[in-house]
């Protein structure tokens, strides 16, 4: 089991940037895919970013790539998000995920990852 407690979150102006990080408990935080998630009010949960277990493979919803980079540090037990140009659209509640696999896979549904932060709120102001 991982508990995961996310940090960073803030209000920024639009074209501003902000840098979320996600730190794990547990010994085994390299046998878990990450994942970055958000939800808007009134929206659902949606993918934003996703990182395999050694950290090797990545992959972004396509309203993040080019703005999001994710990665993961596995000797800090840490997960990190840092967001450039950031737009209103961005505003919502981000939240980390993990999920225990077997392979060095990224998952994009949140219906495969089993622990989840309480959220951190991102607010970008036009």
């Known amino acids: 089991q991982v508990q995961l407690v996310e940090s960073g979150g803030g209000l920024v102006q639009a074209g501003g940037s902000l840098r979320l990080s996600c730190a794990a408990s547990g010994r085994t935080f390299s046998s878990y895919a990450m994942g970055w998630f958000r939800q808007a009010p009134g929206k659902e949960r949606e993918f934003v970013a996703g990182i395999s277990r050694s950290g090797s493979n990545t992959k972004y919803a396509d309203s993040t790539t080019g703005r999001f980079t994710i990665s993961r540090d596995n000797a800090k037990n840490t997960l990190d998000l840092q967001m450039n140009n950031l737009k209103p659209e961005d505003t919502a509640v981000y939240y980390c995920?993990?999920?225990?696999?077997?392979?060095?896979?990224?998952?994009?549904?949140?219906?495969?990852?089993?622990?989840w932060g309480q959220g951190t709120q991102v607010t970008v102001s036009s």
């Open positions: 995920a993990a999920a225990s696999v077997n392979y060095n896979v990224v998952l994009r549904i949140a219906g495969n990852y089993a622990y």
